[in-house]
Each structure stands twice: as structure tokens, then as C-alpha cells.
């Protein structure tokens, strides 16, 4: 059984047990987090629009990606050739790493 979700402008696919870094939500570790954002259920047949309005999903806080747990540096480098002009630049994302425990159809 799995689900696909959108959490953060993004779509995930997810099953029981599944861990998974979305968008910084502000919860800290041990907290529950409820989505219902589920656009489509496969559970032998695939449900899709009305039949998955009520379904929801249940995942558990596994880590709290800020401070020093947040994600790989992404470096931004510029430079002009023949100008003398250079920028380099970093940029570490926070997340929130989470594991999926329910699919609730």
C-alpha cells in the first residue's frame, strides 16, 4: 500500500515506515504531524479525486533539521570573465526528516 502526498509544493510517494526529509514545519522531534494532502491511494486498485478526500496520513518527527542538522551546503559561484568580478555564496536548507507510521484510507 502507498500513497502519494504533496507537502511543501512537492509530491511525495510514501508507504508505512518510509522516512522522509520535507520542508522545515516547525515541530520538533517525537511530535506527530497529520497530512491530508493526499491526492492518490493505491491499495490494490488506485483511488484517486473524491475517494481519497478523507484520507490522511500520520508520521512521526525523527529529526528537526535546523542548526546544525540542516542539509548539505549548496554553493552558488558567479564570475564575469575578463572583469575581475567573482561571488560565491552558500546556502544550507532546513528540513524536517520525518517517518510515515499510518495511511489512513
Keep these: 500500500m502507498?500513497?502519494?502526498i504533496k507537502?511543501?509544493?512537492?509530491?511525495?510517494?510514501v508507504s508505512e515506515g518510509d522516512v522522509l526529509d520535507i520542508d522545515y514545519t516547525?515541530?520538533?522531534?517525537?511530535?506527530?504531524?497529520e497530512i491530508t494532502d493526499v491526492i492518490a491511494i493505491?491499495?490494490?486498485?488506485?483511488?484517486?479525486g473524491d475517494a481519497v478526500s478523507k484520507a490522511k496520513v500520520e508520521a512521526?518527527?525523527?529529526l528537526d533539521g535546523t542548526g546544525v542538522n540542516r542539509a548539505r551546503?549548496?554553493?552558488?559561484?558567479?564570475?564575469?570573465?575578463?572583469?575581475?568580478?567573482?561571488l560565491k555564496r552558500?546556502?544550507?536548507k532546513s528540513f524536517t526528516k520525518i517517518r510515515i507510521t499510518k495511511i489512513a484510507a
Design 90 to 92: 552558500g546556502f544550507r
Design 60 to 62: 512521526v518527527v525523527v
Design 42 to 48: 493505491n491499495n490494490g486498485e488506485l483511488k484517486t
Design 7 to 13: 507537502c511543501g509544493g512537492k509530491q511525495y510517494k
Design 73 to 86: 551546503k549548496v554553493v552558488i559561484y558567479k564570475k564575469l570573465r575578463r572583469k575581475d568580478s567573482k
Design 2 to 4: 502507498y500513497a502519494i
Design 26 to 33: 516547525g515541530k520538533t522531534a517525537k511530535e506527530t504531524l
